[in-house]
């Protein structure tokens, strides 16, 4: 079985057939499409940038000069989180797919106070109910249905908010979207 991702395209392959990624099943429920997109690709670098300072970090890869220091804040927020929640990660940005045919790159999995969890790093300054949906989707495509979900809003100021998700819905939800998406794909 042959598993891809072209970063470029960010595009996932399963046996040279593209799959949708969890954040394209999303968009069903969540679009952009009324985002200005000069505020939307900002947010999109701005999230990339710290994604990546974290990775590095929980690499024990990180040069800490070379952070802008308009990240600076995020950066220090992550790791506030870390002190505070003291996590042991398995998964640093690891991708993966499900057998119903869908993928995505997992931010972080691993044990906080000895249980498992999943956690998405945001720097929005507003949670969006979506993400528990997007964290039980990344609980199934590494086999840990049960594991605990949360997100952790990475804040300019160098304070983070942690939101945890447990709405037993998550998941029925999320394959109903996925099931909306292969439907409308037969016709494209």
């Known amino acids: 079985m042959s598993f891809t991702f072209d970063e470029a395209k960010h595009e996932y392959r399963l046996n040279g057939v ?17 985002v200005p997109l000069d505020v939307l690709k900002a947010a999109q670098e701005r ?13 024990g890869d990180l040069d800490e000069d070379t952070i802008d220091p308009k990240l600076r ?15 042991r990660w398995t998964l640093i940005e690891h991708k993966g797919h499900h057998p119903l045919g869908f993928a995505g790159t997992c931010d972080r999995f691993g ?13 929005s300054l507003q949670s969006h109910p979506v993400w528990g949906i997007q964290t ?9 249905p049960n594991a605990r979900r949360g997100t952790v ?9 942690f939101d945890t998700w447990t709405d037993p819905m998550d998941w029925p939800v999320f394959v109903s979207l996925l099931t909306i998406q292969n439907f409308k794909r037969k016709f494209e």
């Open 18 to 34: 593209v799959i949708p990624s969890v954040t394209q099943v999303l968009q069903l429920l969540h679009s952009f499409a009324g």
């Open 47 to 59: 999230g990339t940038a710290v994604h990546l300072i974290c990775q590095y970090w929980d690499e």
């Open 73 to 87: 804040g995020y950066f220090d927020a992550w790791l506030k989180f870390l002190d505070d929640k003291r996590p």
């Open 153 to 161: 809003r990475l804040r300019p100021d160098g304070t983070y908010k």
């Open 111 to 123: 044990l906080i106070d000895e249980q498992d969890w999943t956690i998405d790093i945001k720097t």
């Open 136 to 144: 039980a989707a990344y609980n199934h495509i590494y086999g840990k």
